[in-house]
């Protein structure tokens, strides 16, 4: 079987994915771009490293892998040379990125993709397993379903790369799928969601659900919404917050998500998933999606993690459930 390669494994949650799938005892190599941290960091997990820096050339370091998992965030600077490189050498690709371009850059380059066999399968973090499958569940509990939102509770503090990446998902705007089309919607308003705890105001934000959530439910319009409900956003020099929260941070703060579906019929049904931090999601569920398309789970194109590995996918996650409200 060819091998697992986690790239940008010395970050926060690369390395938390790194460690996680040794002790699961994967055929892995880690890479990165620096290479004295790559070097230290594999040895320290007795495992194969290689050193690139995602460009043209990359699909060469590729050789011997089935499946790249990309955690070098922002994902505006890594995803498009690695897709490449992905597609070039036969290989399928995952990440765990929030970006909303990214998530349009893989469907965009789907075709290409079936083309040469390779699946693009990005989104297999917190954002957007939970979500994607709870988008799947609500939907089936209402006859022909016309409009599905989302809102994602964001709660403790956040890593410094999630604090960089912010900008990217931010900066792409607001937007809504409106009749099966991606629109710009400037002028969306807050509204209200309930996690479990009465309702709170939710501001609207672009996440990759606007593309999973379209390809996996066939909802025509969806609309997305964040809470945060935990340490305000950080500001100033990013490169000096701490790498993410640490175990005893990431157990007190669990993570939950609200849907709602309205059908053809005027019903409605709401749903909400609650799950363990993100941080403590992300490594296992990106691992775990690896694993499962490792060995022969797949399908070339562009692929979202409920319709790939099915709506139980996240609460295969430990700590993991849905309730219907
Ligand atoms: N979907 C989700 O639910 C979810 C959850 C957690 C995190 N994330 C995202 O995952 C990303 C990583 O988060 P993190 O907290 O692990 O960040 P981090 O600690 O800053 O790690 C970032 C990693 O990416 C590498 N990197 C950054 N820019 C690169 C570039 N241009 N070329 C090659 N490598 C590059 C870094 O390498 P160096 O060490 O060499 O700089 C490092 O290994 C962020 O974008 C974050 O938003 C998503």
């Known amino acids: 079987m060819k091998k697992l390669m986690i790239y940008g494994a010395t970050g926060y949650v690369g390395r938390m994915a790194a460690e996680y799938a040794k002790a699961q005892g994967l055929d892995m190599v880690i890479a990165g771009r620096s290479h004295d941290k790559v070097r230290a960091f594999a040895a320290e997990l007795d495992v194969p490293y290689r050193v690139f820096a995602p460009d043209a050339r ?93 809102a994602l509770q964001v709660a403790g503090s956040m890593s410094r790369g999630s604090a960089r990446s912010v900008s990217e998902i931010i900066g792409a705007g607001l937007m809504a799928r409106i009749d099966g089309q991606l629109v710009a919607t400037p002028d969306a308003q807050p509204r209200h969601f309930d996690f479990g705890d009465g309702l709170e105001l939710c501001a609207p934000l672009s996440f990759g659900d606007l593309v999973t959530g379209w390809h996996s439910t066939g909802i025509p319009n969806i609309s997305m919404f964040v809470h945060f409900s935990g340490e305000p956003f950080p500001e100033g020099d990013l490169s000096q917050l701490p790498d993410g929260p640490n175990t005893q941070q990431r157990e007190a703060h669990r993570a939950r998500a609200a849907a709602e579906v309205t059908g053809a019929d005027g019903t409605v049904a709401r749903s909400v998933i609650e799950t363990v931090n993100g941080y403590t999601y992300t490594p296992i569920a990106a691992v775990e999606a690896a694993r499962r398309v490792l060995s022969g789970e797949r399908r070339p194109g562009f692929e979202t993690p409920a319709k790939l590995l099915g709506v139980g996918f996240a609460e295969s996650i430990a700590g993991t459930t849905i309730t219907d409200r």
């Not at 600077?77 to 690695?82: F, I, P, R, Y």
């Open 58 to 150: 990359t699909a060469e370091s590729l050789e011997g892998v089935g499946v790249l998992v990309n955690f070098a965030g922002p994902f505006a600077q890594t995803a498009d040379a690695l897709v490449q490189a992905c597609i070039k050498a036969g290989v399928d690709y995952l990440d765990i990125t929030a970006e909303i371009n990214v998530y349009r850059l893989a469907e965009r380059l789907g075709a290409e993709a079936a083309g040469s066999g390779v699946m693009l399968l990005p989104g297999v973090g917190w954002d957007v397993v939970p979500t994607d499958c709870l988008a799947v569940h609500v939907a089936h509990r209402v006859e022909d379903p016309l409009s599905l939102s989302i």
